[in-house]
């Protein structure tokens, strides 16, 4: 069974500056899909970003990035220039072998200005 | 185009009532799913469907049943709300199974309370 665990419940970060979320997931897939969805406070899930894993080359979008390390299976998040918008959940998921998403439990960020 | 809507958005239910939550996606989507949110939990998966006609068991699915009578729509039903069933409510739909990289579209959610 896949498992997605996501050790930090808090994070902060200055306006304007970097911040990097931290997400390790095991699955028994040789082929799969890892995401990053964000949840700000009107609860509406909204994908980030999604790296395949066969794909060495790291995902980007914009000013979200993700650190894949296939061998150590983490799947971590940078947001640069963090702006005041970006405060939100920040769920990492990978796919569920019922077609579903698996998620961890979440990183709560906060942007101070 | 709307996505995928819910009804209602909230909601306050006495232990025992019933109510039917629904989803509703104008994509063409096969693939729906009803999940819930509690705090400091991811979302968990309750039911599915792959397509109209079609429902299945997710994680946690006990004290909720689900129909797939139209391929637009997929409710959910609580026969007998129970304190434990307070939480936020998800419905999703994809195209294809997420495994496969597929994004998944969420609706707004639905605040539950059973007292």
């Known amino acids: 069974a896949q498992t997605v665990t996501q050790s930090q419940p808090e994070m902060s970060v200055q306006e304007a500056e970097t911040v990097t979320l931290s997400c390790t997931y095991d699955?028994?897939?040789?082929?799969?899909?890892l995401f990053w969805y964000k949840q700000p406070p009107s609860r509406q899930m909204i994908l980030v970003i999604r790296q395949e894993a066969y794909k060495q080359q790291n995902a980007t979008e914009n000013r979200f990035s993700v650190n894949f390390q296939k061998a150590a299976k983490s799947f971590s998040l940078k947001i640069s220039d963090s702006q005041l918008g970006d405060a939100a959940m920040y769920f990492c998921?990978?796919?569920?072998?019922?077609?579903?998403?698996?998620f961890g439990k979440g990183t709560k960020l906060s942007v101070k200005p | 185009n709307a996505g995928v809507t819910q009804t209602p958005k909230f909601r306050v239910l006495k232990t025992g009532q019933s109510m039917t939550l629904l989803c509703a996606q104008d994509?063409?989507?096969?693939?729906m799913y009803w999940y819930r949110q509690d705090p400091g939990m991811g979302l968990r998966l309750i039911h599915y469907s792959v397509g109209e006609g079609t429902t299945a068991k997710g994680e946690v699915p006990d004290g909720y049943n689900v129909s797939r009578l139209k391929k637009q729509n997929f409710l959910l039903g609580l026969e007998s709300a129970a304190p434990s069933q307070t939480s936020v409510y998800f419905c999703?739909?994809?195209?294809?199974?997420?495994?496969?990289?597929?994004?998944?579209?969420f609706g707004p959610g639905t605040r539950l309370t059973v007292t």
């Open positions: 699955t028994s897939e040789s082929d799969y899909y």
């Open positions: 999703a739909s994809s195209y294809s199974p997420v495994a496969g990289g597929t994004e998944q579209y």
């Open positions: 994509m063409n989507h096969e693939y």
């Open positions: 998921a990978t796919g569920g072998s019922q077609g579903n998403l698996i």
